[in-house]
């Protein structure tokens, strides 16, 4: 049901904005955690191991029990508004566009909407759309689940205002050229990948025994974000050091910090400093965090789909009837 399917002719491209908000908003709360985990650990200058006496963090089960010790259970939704915000306006602006352009690709080209490469296609301009209408948001969320204690900032109106005072509006775009330039291959990747595995499923599970489909879309869902996000993690990492530019202050508290004058420098000082094996850091916990988000979008959006169309279904059926 993901993309547009000339044959079902279900999901209007609002009823996919509304599927596509449910499902990022239900899929945030649940995956929040591993997302602080993921950002504290790409934003540690210091080698991820406990042979460094000056690392703060070096695994998974030490970040999770030292940020419970000193920041409380509380600490793993952290920035949880802006990140809220974030997901629900791009999970909306996302299927909604990629809906919408598989649709015009199926109208206005000779393209089968349904093939991967559309997929890739579209799946990564959807991304790019849903980026730019929603990055100050996730420049917020980064400030806020990269703050220790005390807090720069206590609520999300101080952190608005204090960030358009202290360093202007284009603050708030930090870290844009390195999104765009991941999140078009990486979503491409994410959509390309769920549509090959889904028509693999169809291709191996013979039709009398597909139950489960909601199972299926998860696992399908699970597989090709940790795909997406093998090959594209680099420039996550990328964006969210320059995220925090500026922001030095917060920061210090976690060991080292760096200034950047742009992504070429980022990329340059991190080279120099950590090594090939500073732009992977935080991805056992970016994997997991992909395989479990990936997979609960698509669950959900898939579902609420089926509910929209349920409903639409049924109120046509009582309709024709009366």
Known sequence: ?????????????????????????????LVSPLDV????????????SSRNPGAKYHGILQAVQRISQEEGLLAFWKGHVPAQLLSVGYGAVQFMAFESLTKLVHNVTAY?????????????????????????????????????EPKIYPNL???????????????????????IIAIFPYAGLQFSSYNIL??????V??????????????????????????????FDLFKKRLQVGGFERARAAFGQVRMYRGLLDC??????EEGPGGFFKGLSPSLLKAAVSTGLVFFW????????CALKNTDSTTRTEG
């Not at 013979?206 to 680099?234: F, Q």
Request: aromatic share 8%.
């Open 112 to 148: 089968n909407a349904r093939d991967s490469f559309v997929h890739f296609v579209c799946g990564g301009l959807a991304a790019c759309t849903a980026t730019v209408a929603v990055q100050p948001v996730d420049t917020l969320r980064t400030r806020f689940a990269a703050q220790g």
């Open 205 to 234: 599970i013979p039709a009398e025994e597909k139950k489960g489909g909601n199972v299926k879309n998860l696992v399908c869902g699970s597989c090709a974000g940790i795909i997406s996000k093998t090959l594209t993690y680099p």
């Open 37 to 48: 985990i993921k950002i504290r650990f790409q934003l540690q200058i210091e080698q991820l």
């Open 267 to 272: 990329i340059r000082q991190i080279m120099q």
């Open 301 to 308: 959006y898939e579902l609420f789909c089926s509910l929209l």
């Open 157 to 179: 109106r101080h952190a608005v205002v204090t960030m358009y005072q202290t360093e202007g509006p284009r603050t708030f775009y930090r870290g844009l050229t390195p999104t």
């Open 198 to 203: 889904q028509q693999f499923s169809e291709w």
């Open 1 to 29: 049901m993901v993309g547009y399917d000339p044959e079902a002719k279900c999901v209007s491209s609002v009823e996919a904005a509304v599927a596509g908000s449910a499902s990022g908003l239900v899929s945030r709360v």
